[in-house]
């Protein structure tokens, strides 16, 4: 079965920084991209960053550009998301998701970052 | 940056009547492979999303037949031809063709 399971959220102070995890699991995860989507309370969905499987293709949203930085470590089938300058616009459930037939599936449980002082 | 724009943002229905739900990409969404990079997801109440019709019309792994996708190009349409207990939540669309992937806004879909 596959498995995404996050961590690594919790409560910050604006401009402060966090780090969120991703372990994956049932599947070949050096063989994957990945991706970063997030979730504010009661608003939809929205994609944050793509690494492909060697992790030398990255993408980033606008809104992110320039203060997180998505990295992975294939060898402990692992994604990670450095978030740095945090601001309460930031707060959100981050999702680990894997691209699979032109698709994001599956999806983790999240882990819940909230920036506030 | 391509603009998913989906339509209504909020159907009520009736369990066991059906259902159907638009969206609009800003540009065309057919890769030169003959693929739509087009999904549908569904969002139930404190769940994570999940897949539900990929490519534009193929149905996820388990997901019941009631539900269809179809469209090319722009314009795309899920459909739910009897709308069951399970299936009421939040609806959104999504393209994968090129970075930044972008969601349509959330169609929710309540019991009327």
């Known amino acids: 079965e596959v498995q995404l399971v996050e961590s690594g959220g919790g409560l910050v102070q604006p401009g402060g920084s966090l780090r969120l995890s991703c372990v994956a699991s049932?599947?070949?995860?050096?063989?994957?991209?990945m991706n970063w989507v997030r979730q504010a309370p009661g608003k939809g969905l929205e994609w944050v960053s793509y690494?492909?499987?060697?992790?030398?293709?990255?993408y980033y949203a606008d809104s992110v550009k320039g203060r997180f930085i998505v990295s992975r470590d294939n060898a402990k089938n692992s994604l990670y998301l450095q978030m740095n300058s945090l601001t309460a616009e930031d707060t959100a459930v981050y999702y680990c998701?894997?691209?699979?037939?032109?698709?994001?599936?599956?999806w983790g449980q999240g882990t819940m970052v909230t920036v506030s002082s | 940056d391509i603009v998913m724009t989906q339509s209504p943002l909020s159907l009520p229905v009736t369990p066991g009547e059906p259902a159907s739900i638009s969206c609009r990409s800003s540009?065309?969404?057919?890769?030169?492979?003959?693929?739509?990079?087009f999904d549908w997801y569904l969002q139930k109440p404190g769940q994570s999303p999940q897949l539900l019709i990929y490519?534009?019309?193929y149905r996820a792994s388990g997901v019941p037949d009631r539900f269809s996708g179809s469209g090319s190009g722009k314009d795309f349409t899920l459909k739910i031809s009897r709308v069951e207990p399970e299936d009421f939540g939040v609806y959104y669309c999504?393209?994968?063709?090129?970075?930044?992937?972008?969601f349509g806004q959330g169609t929710k879909l309540e019991i009327k």
């Open positions: 690494i492909g499987s060697s992790g030398s293709d990255i």
């Open positions: 540009q065309s969404l057919l890769h030169s492979n003959g693929y739509n990079y």
């Open positions: 490519l534009g019309s």
């Open positions: 998701v894997r691209p699979y037939n032109g698709a994001f599936d599956p």
């Open positions: 999504m393209q994968v063709l090129q970075p930044p992937y972008t």
């Open positions: 049932g599947f070949t995860f050096s063989s994957n991209a």
